[in-house]
């Protein structure tokens, strides 16, 4: 297996646009997460996916965030409109229940 | 929620020296993950390790959930041991992983 892909691995922008950031998950993983990293807050979890479906999303910041799974092997993460307080690593990471997990090489997000 | 403390904060080796890294957490859990962030951001996954020892080269971890601890074992460090070493924790009834701060790990040569 390829492990879990993201794109795009860097995107730089400029304020007020819209962001979106994808994610294929290790196939027969059942779960999976959004994590963000700053140098200020270090990893923290955004939301996470069970079987497709959203199981918690209290991590998102605020509105402008939103993520989807409209399938097993397929997420997406967008920001819109993006700031520049958005600018950080963004993880995409899949797992089995009570197995390991494992994470993408992330995106790293520029907002100017 | 869980707290995940991980000590020490830096840690700067020769190489070739052994370390220890510890990872401390506040409630039972059912998954423990050490994972190695390289130098160019990839989060590497080390072990999973909610509970007993294991070994992998000159890395090695062990877990005591009761005692709410663990460690992970770096031998015969070498430079490309470099990097910010991370645990992070499951506790039951909820599947996402708490991160702990990082132990920021430099070898040198």
């Known amino acids: 297996d390829a492990g879990v892909i993201q794109s795009p691995r860097h995107e730089v922008t400029e304020m007020g646009q819209e962001v979106t950031l994808r994610c294929k998950p290790i196939s027969g993983h059942d779960y999976l997460f959004w994590y963000r990293q700053t140098m200020m807050r270090g990893l923290e979890l955004l939301i996470y996916f069970n079987n497709n479906v959203p199981i918690d999303d209290s991590g998102m910041p605020e509105d402008r965030f939103s993520a989807k799974m409209p399938n097993a092997s397929f997420s997406t993460l967008k920001i819109q409109p993006s700031e520049p307080r958005d600018s950080a690593v963004y993880f995409c990471?899949?797992?089995?229940?009570?197995?390991?997990?494992?994470f993408g090489p992330g995106t790293r997000l520029l907002v100017l | 929620g869980i707290q995940v403390e991980q000590s020490p904060p830096d840690l700067i080796l020769q190489e070739g020296a052994n370390s220890t890294l510890r990872c401390n957490f506040s409630d039972s859990v059912n998954n423990l993950q050490w994972f190695h962030q390289n130098p160019w951001g990839q989060l590497i996954n080390l072990f999973y390790?909610?509970?007993g020892t294991k070994q992998n080269g000159r890395l090695s971890a062990t877990t005591v959930a009761t005692e709410r601890y663990s460690l992970l074992y770096i031998s015969s460090s070498q430079t490309t041991d470099s990097g910010v070493y991370f645990c992070a924790v499951e506790d039951f009834g909820n599947e996402k992983l708490t991160f702990g701060t990082g132990t920021r790990l430099t070898i040198i040569p």
């Open positions: 990471a899949s797992s089995l229940a009570f197995g390991g997990w494992d």
């Open positions: 390790i909610p509970s």
